[in-house]
């Protein structure tokens, strides 16, 4: 169903992708649609683009750090920068219901699925 583009945890591992940001995504599936909930914490809307073309959900933004004090960083475990996640779709999504929301630093992204593609009960004659 879904075709996650890059590993983010092979990302964090090599190290040589330092400045880009790689959100955590869970992706949950029910009768009627899939969705994905991707952690970016401290984004804000205006910094994220969503879209679907050639059946692949793009999700592109920025995290960005916020301006030390007077104080040394010593240590950080956050990764701050760009970041862009692809997911590939099978062609039995609502393409022109699909909604986001972002609440608490989690972008919920809701991708409907067609009518043709939702289970249904078959009855016997």
Known sequence: ???NR??????RYWREHAGY???????????????????IPG???DDIKIWIEDNVLTVTGEKKAKAQEKDQLVFSERAFGKFER??????SVDRNKVSAELVDGILVIIVPKSIEARPREISIK
């Open 1 to 3: 169903m879904f075709d």
């Open 6 to 11: 890059f590993s983010p945890l092979m990302a």
């Open 21 to 39: 940001a790689w959100p955590d995504v869970d992706i949950s599936e029910s009768d009627s649609e899939y969705i994905f909930s991707v952690e």
């Open 43 to 45: 984004t804000v809307k």
């Open 86 to 91: 692809m997911f590939k779709l099978t062609k």
